[in-house]
C-alpha cells in the first residue's frame, strides 16, 4: 500500500491534445521529468491522489511499527534490542518525513490521522498479520521491508518533489532495515537449533503470500494505474514491481536453505524470471476489508494511543502560551 | 568486603538501572501520546541500553566467570538484580513517566558528572560519554515536567500526582550504604551527600517553577532496590524481558 | 495536534556549510520543535546546527515570478569570472 490501490478519481486519462493549456503545461514538465514543487499549479485530482498515496504511505510506517514493536520487549539479547528499536524509530521517523512532504500540499496531518482511525484511509494490510514469533521480526524485516523498498527505490524519482526527497531520505535510510531483518534469519538458520530452524521456516511460510499481495492487484485490475503512471506518482506497475523482488529474493532465500510455500515456484530460462503460483486475491481483498487478524486491534492501538495523548498535547500548547504571554 | 566486590555491585546498580528504565521505556513505543515522542523514547532508551552494556560488560569482566553483559541481563532472577526501585515503577500516564524520567535523570546527571573524576579511568570514560546522553535527557524531561506541571488544569493534576506517587521511590538513589561508602573512600564513586543536595536544589526549583508541590524532603522513602529486594513489578517485566533465551537455553539469535 | 505549530527545519551537516532545508517538524513551541528536530533528522549524525522556523513566518516566492524574478540574471555573464579571459602569463587569478 505504498502506490498501490490508490484512487485517482479519474475515470479515464487525457491526452495532451485533450487538456487545458495548464494541464498541458503541467504534463509536459512531467513529461521532461521536471519535479512539481508544492507552490506550482497542479491538477486537482493530482493534488488529491498525492494527498491520499502519501498519508497512506505514512500510515503504512506508522502501523508497521506494531508487529515489531510486539517483540521489542522480549527481544533475546541487547545487540536486537538496540537494533530492533532503531529500526522502529526510523519508522516513527519515515511516517513524520512523510506526513511533512504530505503538509506541503496543505493537508492537515491530525484530518488524515482522523481518517485512519475511522478507517477511511487504509494502510498497507501486511501490518493486520500477527506476529507470531522472534523469527517474524527477520521475516518483516527480509521480506516485508524488502518488498516496501523494491517500490520505494523506485518511487524516489516520483513527481513529485517533497515526496520524491522524502522517498530518498527514507531509502538511505531503510538499506539497514532489510539486512537487519535477514542477519537474523541467517544467524537462526546458520548457528541455531531445529526448533529455531523450524521457526524461521513457519514465519516464511506465513509471511510469503501476504508479501506478494503488497505490491497489489495485477495490473488487469489496477484502475488507476494509468493516470498514476502519466503522472508519475507510481514509476513501475504492480505486477513489474513484484517480480523484480521475487526475483532478487529467491536467491537469497536459498542461501538460507529455506523453502516457500508454493509449488509452482521455478527458474524460466525463456523469460529470465522466476514463474510463481497464483495469489489468493479473495484473502487479500478480505483483509483489505476489515479481516484480517490484526485489523482491529492495529487501529485500537493507534486511536488509543492519540486520544490518550490528547490531553498532554493540549498542556503542551497551553504552556507554550502562557510563555508567550509572559514574554509579551 | 573487597573493593572487587563493591565494585562489581555498584557497576550491576547501574547497568541494571538503566536496562529496566530502557525496558519501561520500550513499552511506550506505539502508544505515546505524539510520533514526536515516540522518536524521544526511543532515543532516550537507546541510549541507557547503551550505558547498561558498558557498565554491564564491566561488571562481567570483574566477576570473571566468562558472562556477557547479555548473561547479565537475560539471566539473573529478580533477586539477583540490582537496579533501583524506581526504574521499575509501571509507565502509569505519561505524567507518571515524566516524573519517573525527571527524578531519574536528575540524579542520573549529577551521578555521572561526579563519576567523570572517578579513579577507575574505565568508569570516567563510560561516565563521560553517558553524561552527554543524560544532560540532554534531563534538560527534555525537565522541560515536560514544566509544560505539564503548568499546563492545562488536567495536566496539572496529573503531574502533581505523579509526583507524589512516585516520591516514595526517590529517596533511594541519594542514600549512601556500604558499598557507596567503601567506593567514596577508594576514590571511585562520588560523596552522596554531595549528589544529595545537587539533587534537591534541581529537583525543588524545577518543581517551583511547574507550579508543582515538592513532596517533603524527608518523607518516608522506600528502598532495597539496590539490595535486590524488588517492588512486585519487577518479576513480570524480567519475565517478559528474559522469555527467549530462557525459553530456548541453547539457542544463538 | 493541529493546535502544534508547524515548523521548517534546516540543518547545517558540517561546519562551514550553510543551512539546508529539511522538511519540517510540529511542535508546542520553538524549543520543542527543536528538540523534535533533533530526534528526527539528525539520528545519524546529520547535523552541526539546527535552525527551526514557523512555516508560517517564511516568504516564499511565487513561481509565476520565476521569469522576472530570475531569469534577467541569465544573461549577466559578466558576473562569472569565467567571462574575463587572461592571457596564461597572469597565472591563476
Known amino acids: 500500500m505504498y502506490a498501490q490501490l490508490v484512487d485517482t478519481g479519474v475515470k479515464r486519462v487525457k491526452t495532451l491534445n485533450e487538456m487545458s493549456p495548464e494541464e498541458r503545461h503541467f504534463q509536459e514538465k512531467i513529461d521532461a521529468d521536471i519535479k512539481i514543487e508544492a507552490k506550482n499549479w497542479m491538477p486537482e485530482a493530482y493534488r488529491r491522489t498525492l494527498i491520499r498515496q502519501m498519508s497512506q504511505h505514512a500510515h503504512s510506517e506508522i502501523v508497521g511499527m506494531l508487529p515489531e514493536k510486539n517483540w521489542l520487549t522480549r527481544a533475546p539479547n541487547l545487540k536486537r534490542k538496540l537494533q530492533l528499536l532503531a529500526k522502529i524509530q526510523d519508522e516513527a521517523g519515515h511516517g513524520l518525513y512523510l506526513y511533512s512532504a504530505m503538509e506541503t500540499l496543505g493537508a492537515n496531518r491530525d484530518e488524515e490521522l482522523e481518517k485512519l482511525h475511522s478507517g477511511e484511509v487504509k494502510y498497507s494490510s501486511i501490518f493486520n498479520y500477527p506476529s507470531r514469533s522472534w523469527a517474524d521480526m527477520g521475516t518483516i524485516g527480509w521480506l516485508v521491508d524488502g518488498a516496501a523498498i523494491v517500490n520505494q527505490v523506485v518511487l524516489q524519482r516520483t513527481s513529485y518533489g517533497p515526496y520524491s526527497r522524502a522517498m530518498i531520505r527514507i531509502c538511505k535510510e531503510e538499506s539497514f532495515h532489510q539486512r537487519q531483518g535477514y542477519q537474523i534469519l541467517l544467524e537462526m538458520m546458520r548457528n541455531g537449533t531445529d526448533e529455531q530452524k523450524a521457526m524461521v521456516q513457519d514465519s516464511i511460510n506465513r509471511f510469503w503470500w501476504p508479501a506478494l499481495m503488497m505490491f497489489g492487484p495485477h495490473d488487469t485490475d489496477s484502475p488507476n494505474s494509468a493516470q498514476s503512471m502519466q503522472w508519475k506518482v507510481k514509476r513501475m506497475s504492480n505486477d513489474d514491481l513484484r517480480q523484480r523482488f521475487i526475483d532478487q529474493t529467491i536467491p537469497q532465500l536459498e542461501l538460507l536453505g529455506c523453502t516457500v510455500p508454493d509449488p509452482d515456484l521455478k527458474w524460466n530460462e525463456a523469460r529470465g524470471h522466476y514463474d510463481f503460483g497464483a495469489i489468493d486475491w479473495s484473502e487479500f481483498y478480505s483483509v483489505l476489508k476489515g479481516n484480517g487478524p490484526c485489523n482491529k486491534d492495529r487501529l485500537k492501538t493507534r486511536r488509543n494511543a492519540y486520544e490518550n495523548g490528547a490531553w498532554v498535547r493540549e498542556a503542551a500548547k497551553a504552556y507554550a502560551d502562557k510563555q508567550k504571554q509572559a514574554a509579551a | ?253 | 495536534m493541529s493546535d502544534w505549530t508547524l515548523f521548517e527545519v534546516f540543518v547545517r551537516s558540517k561546519h562551514g556549510l550553510n543551512h539546508k532545508h529539511v522538511g519540517s517538524v510540529h511542535a508546542a513551541d520553538a524549543p520543542m520543535a527543536l528538540e523534535n528536530a533533533r530526534e528526527l533528522y539528525t539520528r545519524r549524525s546529520e547535523g552541526v546546527s539546527l535552525w527551526v522556523v514557523p512555516s508560517a513566518q517564511i516568504t516564499a516566492s511565487s513561481p509565476d515570478e520565476k521569469e522576472p524574478l530570475f531569469d534577467p540574471s541569465d544573461d549577466k555573464v559578466y558576473r562569472h569570472a569565467t567571462f574575463y579571459d587572461l592571457p596564461k602569463e597572469v597565472g591563476h587569478m
Open chain 2, 1 to 253: 568486603m573487597t573493593t572487587q566486590h563493591a565494585l562489581t555491585e555498584y557497576l550491576l546498580r547501574l547497568g541494571d538501572s538503566d536496562i529496566i528504565l530502557a525496558q519501561r521505556l520500550c513499552e511506550w513505543i506505539g502508544n505515546a501520546p505524539a510520533l514526536e515522542e515516540e522518536m524521544a523514547l526511543g532515543n532516550v532508551a537507546l541510549d541507557l541500553i547503551g550505558q547498561a552494556r558498558s557498565w554491564l560488560e564491566y561488571a562481567a569482566e570483574l566477576q570473571g566467570e566468562g558472562r556477557s553483559a547479555d548473561d547479565l541481563s537475560f539471566g539473573r532472577n529478580e533477586r539477583e538484580y540490582r537496579n533501583l526501585l524506581i526504574t521499575e515503577q509501571a509507565n502509569g500516564n505519561y505524567a507518571d513517566t515524566l516524573a519517573r524520567q525527571y527524578l531519574f535523570d536528575a540524579w542520573h546527571y549529577y551521578l555521572l558528572q561526579a563519576l567523570c573524576d572517578s579513579k577507575d579511568a574505565r568508569i570516567a570514560a563510560i561516565a563521560a560519554k553517558a553524561l552527554k546522553e543524560v544532560t540532554y535527557h534531563l534538560r527534555r524531561s525537565s522541560a515536560w515536567v514544566k509544560r505539564l506541571g503548568d499546563g492545562t488544569d488536567e495536566s496539572h493534576q496529573k503531574m502533581q500526582q505523579a509526583i507524589d506517587d512516585i516520591w516514595t521511590y526517590s529517596g533511594e538513589m541519594l542514600l549512601a550504604d556500604d558499598i557507596d561508602n567503601l567506593l567514596f573512600e577508594a576514590g571511585i564513586a562520588p560523596d552522596s551527600a554531595a549528589i544529595k543536595a545537587q539533587w534537591q536544589a534541581h529537583v525543588s526549583a524545577t518543581l517551583e517553577e511547574a507550579r508543582l508541590d515538592c513532596p517533603p524532603m524527608d518523607s518516608y522513602m522506600q528502598q532495597g532496590g539496590k539490595q535486590g529486594l524488588h517492588t512486585e513489578q519487577l518479576g513480570f517485566l524480567l519475565a517478559e524481558m528474559q522469555f527467549l533465551p530462557r525459553a530456548y537455553p541453547d539457542a544463538v539469535w
